[in-house]
């Protein structure tokens, strides 16, 4: 099941992971309030135990520009899904899309997982490995041995990711993976990097 989106929160802030903004809302009179406060552009988002794709079941509101759009985005999530949360997050993240999990494993225990992100995950499968807990070394070398490695140097418009910071990321994923025994698995997908500046937007801990 997936854990309770406020212990997720806490648990990112405890642990240091960077997070877009996010709040969860229960009303369209909290929506615009919240909008206000983060600013537009701004998502929408369903979020419950029991669903892990929202995608596919069309329960993401995206690029949302202004107060009439927020509420029919809200009303129309609301009406399809009545007894779940919404979640409002913030639309201002850009780079390239990568993800980070981690997964454990009955003899291993937690294994840490970087890749490509957003679709390139089951287009391109483009992933690597590695046992808990994650030095700095490995954590670079995890880092190093996906397919798209080159991306990540650099290329058009997006400077180099700090490859520092992107390491420190999987080390706080697999801190919080071994100092917490009851997490079966973590999903960081996407997360944006750009130059020194590494978020999470979309996030789930299972347990």
């Known amino acids: 099941m997936i854990l309770d989106f406020e212990e997720t929160k806490k648990l990112l802030r405890k642990y240091r992971i960077p997070f877009t ?5 229960s009303s369209k009179k909290e ?4 909008a206000d406060q983060l600013g537009y552009p701004l998502v929408l988002k369903v979020f419950s135990p029991n669903i892990y794709h929202r995608t596919e079941k069309e329960l993401v509101r995206n690029n949302l520009k202004e107060r009439e759009e927020l509420k029919r985005a809200f009303l129309s999530l609301k009406k399809k899904t009545p007894e779940k949360g919404v979640l409002l997050l913030e639309k201002k993240e ?3 899309e990568l993800m980070a999990g981690m997964k454990r494993d009955p003899v291993f225990g937690p294994v840490v997982i970087f ?4 679709v390139f995950v089951e287009i391109l499968k483009d992933i690597s490995f590695a046992l808990s807990p994650l030095s700095r070394e490995n954590a670079k070398k995890a880092i190093k041995n996906i397919k798209g490695y080159k991306i990540l140097r650099g290329y058009r418009n997006n400077p180099p990711v700090d490859l520092n ?13 071994e100092e917490n025994p009851k997490i079966k698995e973590i999903d960081f997908n996407p997360i944006f990097a750009k130059g020194g ?4 937007v979309d996030f789930k801990i299972i347990c």
Do not use: N, Q, Y
């Open 21 to 25: 903004k996010t709040e969860k809302i």
């Open 31 to 34: 929506a615009l309030k919240k």
């Open 94 to 96: 850009e780079g390239i």
């Open 115 to 118: 890749g490509l992100g957003g």
């Open 165 to 177: 910071k992107l390491a420190d990321f999987l080390i706080k994923v697999s801190k919080l993976a």
């Open 197 to 200: 500046r590494i978020k999470a």
